[in-house]
């Protein structure tokens, strides 16, 4: 399963953590244009490189690839928490 991601995200932790997309891209094992792609959000990215991507960043999966799927549980807790 591959997914395109919220490009804005990866992109604003990837600067605020002083990494490049050459870096990165390395990591993944792909030409710094694929990863440059992935942040345009015009390719989409494979389980494993989630994992490697979270990992080189420091971050936990669900913040950098499932923030609105997290947005929206939220609402529906504090839904649930005001009924």
């Known amino acids: ?6 490009r804005t995200t990866l ?4 600067v605020s ?12 094992g792909i ?3 694929g990863y440059f792609r992935i942040e345009e959000g ?5 389980v494993g490189e989630a994992l490697i991507i979270a990992e ?3 971050e936990p999966l669900e913040k950098i690839f499932f923030t609105d799927k997290l947005l929206i549980l ?3 807790q504090q839904f649930e928490n005001n009924l």
């Open 1 to 6: 399963m591959s997914q395109v991601i919220d």
């Open 11 to 14: 992109r604003d932790l990837r």
């Open 17 to 28: 953590k002083g990494i490049t997309q050459k870096h990165l891209a390395s990591k993944l």
């Open 31 to 33: 030409v710094p244009n």
């Open 42 to 46: 015009t390719r989409k990215v494979t």
């Open 56 to 58: 080189v960043l420091d």
């Open 74 to 76: 939220r609402r529906v």
